[in-house]
T-cell receptor, first 110, second 116 residues
């Protein structure tokens, strides 16, 4: 079983729409959670960390559900510039290993 | 800071040849990671180092792959002999020894490897 699983999409949404991605992880001992963004032919970059109580950064909201072992990312008022692949990342404190999901592709359509 | 620097950006080689990928982490970072990315498998962790010491190489596909970190500012990933199925983008990333939400990985621009 993979450490981190995501729906690959693609998600094609119109500008202004709200879109949500989910991700599940298998290791209940996982301690840290993140969403990374990867543009086509570029390196992944940190979008936001995911805190236990949930957190918001502008149009982006991240949630963590430890009981069900899933993480979500909500994007409100989608912009064309949000088009990218969103990677769910989970880290265990034992060894500082970062496990990446395969990513969810988002295309925002004019 | 210039960020994580990888070279070369692109590498095209023939099957059976030796390939060496290079990485310079961000100064002061004590963790260095090598990832491989393909469409089918996404980002796979190959190996990571802490303070120049390899900690976990269980992701290295086979003996053809080897990685070294002779000092805090340089690491190499070598494939010998290379095979077409090694074609992928290879990313190097570095980070600090923190835990919790303040952890962050900084990626290099990657090396696009094509083995013909």
């Amino acid at each position: 079983r993979k450490e981190v699983e995501q729906d690959p999409g693609p998600f094609n949404v119109p500008e202004g729409a709200t879109v949500a991605f989910n991700c599940t992880y298998s290791n209940s001992a996982s301690q840290s959670f993140f969403w990374y963004r990867q543009d086509c032919r570029k390196e992944p970059k940190l979008l936001m960390s995911v805190y236990s109580s949930g957190n918001e950064d502008g149009r982006f909201t991240a949630q963590l559900n430890r009981a069900s072992q899933y993480i979500s990312l909500l994007i409100r008022d989608s912009k064309l510039s949000d088009s990218a692949t969103y990677l769910c990342v989970v880290s265990t404190n034992t060894g500082n290993q970062f496990y990446f999901g395969t990513g969810t592709s988002l295309t925002v359509i004019p | 800071d210039a960020g994580v620097i990888q070279s070369p950006r692109h590498e095209v080689t023939e099957m059976g040849q030796e390939v060496t990928l290079r990485c310079k982490p961000i100064s002061g970072h004590d963790y260095l990671f090598w990832y491989r990315q393909t469409m089918m498998r996404g980002l796979e962790l190959l190996i990571y180092f802490n303070n120049n010491v390899p900690i976990d190489d269980s992701g290295m596909p086979e003996d053809r792959f080897s990685a070294k970190m002779p000092n805090a500012s340089f690491s190499t990933l070598k494939i010998q002999p290379s095979e077409p199925r090694d074609s992928a983008v290879y990313f190097c990333a570095s980070g600090l020894a923190r835990t919790g939400p303040n952890e962050k990985l900084f990626f290099g621009s990657g090396t696009q490897l094509s083995v013909l």
